[in-house]
């Protein structure tokens, strides 16, 4: 084999990550077309707010654009990168859409 011959190596990639991640995506999306949906206001407010998403097209080229939500937040808002804090936000929010007081952390 290695005395003269030729050796051929195949290399084959299946992506199977973004096969696993579409499901995710769909959620994300789905769950930022619901936030704009949403208006909320304090007791002592007269004005109704909202959230501030977007569903940006990513990408350089036309056939590279990929849809992902993110939220624009106000300059100076805090940003929780905590995943299980995060979760905990995202169900006080659909608590607080049918009437059901939050959970704390």
């Known amino acids: 084999m290695f005395m003269g011959g030729k050796n051929t190596i195949v290399m084959h990639n299946t992506c199977e990550d973004s096969l ?4 995710i995506i769909l959620d994300l999306v789905l769950l930022a077309e619901l936030t ?3 208006q909320f ?3 002592n407010e007269g004005k109704f707010h ?15 654009a990929n849809i992902v939500p993110f939220a624009d937040v ?5 940003v929780v990168n905590a995943l299980s804090k995060q979760r ?11 009437g059901l007081a939050q959970r704390t952390i």
């Not at 909202?50 to 080229?61: I, R, V, W, Y």
């Not at 905990?88 to 049918?98: P, S």
């Open 20 to 23: 696993l991640a579409a499901p």
């Open 36 to 38: 704009t949906r949403i």
């Open 41 to 43: 206001k304090a007791e």
């Open 50 to 64: 909202s959230f501030h998403p977007k569903l940006p097209l990513k990408g350089t080229k036309p056939n590279e």
């Open 74 to 78: 106000p300059p100076g808002t805090p």
């Open 88 to 98: 905990a936000m995202l169900e006080n929010i659909l608590r607080a859409c049918v």
